[in-house]
């Protein structure tokens, strides 16, 4: 099976970068198999070819207006994300769900499956690099949910520096 993880965002727009952030931090682990990471910046049409070559795609991205609280992980489906009544999913022109249903007009049939946090701040008055303090916290989180997800697929996952396998209650640890 192939899979590919999309870590979508705009690292200049603080929190907005939560996606390039975990791009960042899963460059720590070797994936066995067919794994493919992407740092896709704000989500475009573009990358409806990428769905085409794959079987399974994890999104990464940060969320706005769940009323839940920062820091709070989301796990849902392309198709459930069409239905949340919370923002566009995405806070960038494309949502996911408008990505695969684009994909599905062309005949292709990924599955797939988002991870998105609930943030504090996407519109900094000045371009800013970095993530507020409280979604920095809960960034290893995100990416054990990330480890997850490709475990539960069937990845052999390792940490890339010892070799140490990635299993059921890995935690990663900030660098």
Not at 65 to 83: C, K, V
Not at 167 to 172: R, S
Request: hydrophobic share 50%.
């Amino acid at each position: 099976m192939r899979i590919a993880v999309f870590c979508v965002g705009n690292k200049l727009m603080l929190d907005d970068g939560l996606g390039p952030a975990v791009y960042e931090e899963l460059q720590a682990y070797d994936f066995a198999g067919a794994v493919d990471l992407f740092d896709v910046g704000c989500m475009s049409l573009d990358l409806v070819n990428k769905v085409a070559t794959y079987d399974f795609i994890i999104t990464v991205d940060a969320l706005e207006g769940t009323g839940e609280a920062p820091g709070t992980i989301l796990r849902f489906s392309p198709d459930d994300a069409a239905r949340r009544g919370f923002g566009s999913q995405s806070l960038h022109d494309l949502r996911l769900s408008d990505l695969f249903d684009a994909a599905a007009l062309l005949g292709y049939h990924a599955q797939g499956v988002c991870l998105g946090m609930q943030i504090e701040n996407a519109n900094p008055i000045d371009l800013t690099i970095g993530l507020t303090p409280a979604i920095a916290a809960k960034l290893p989180d995100l990416v054990d949910a990330v480890l997850a997800e490709l475990v539960a697929a069937g990845v052999e996952v390792c940490l890339a520096a010892t070799g140490e396998r990635v299993a059921v209650g890995y935690h990663h640890l900030m660098g």
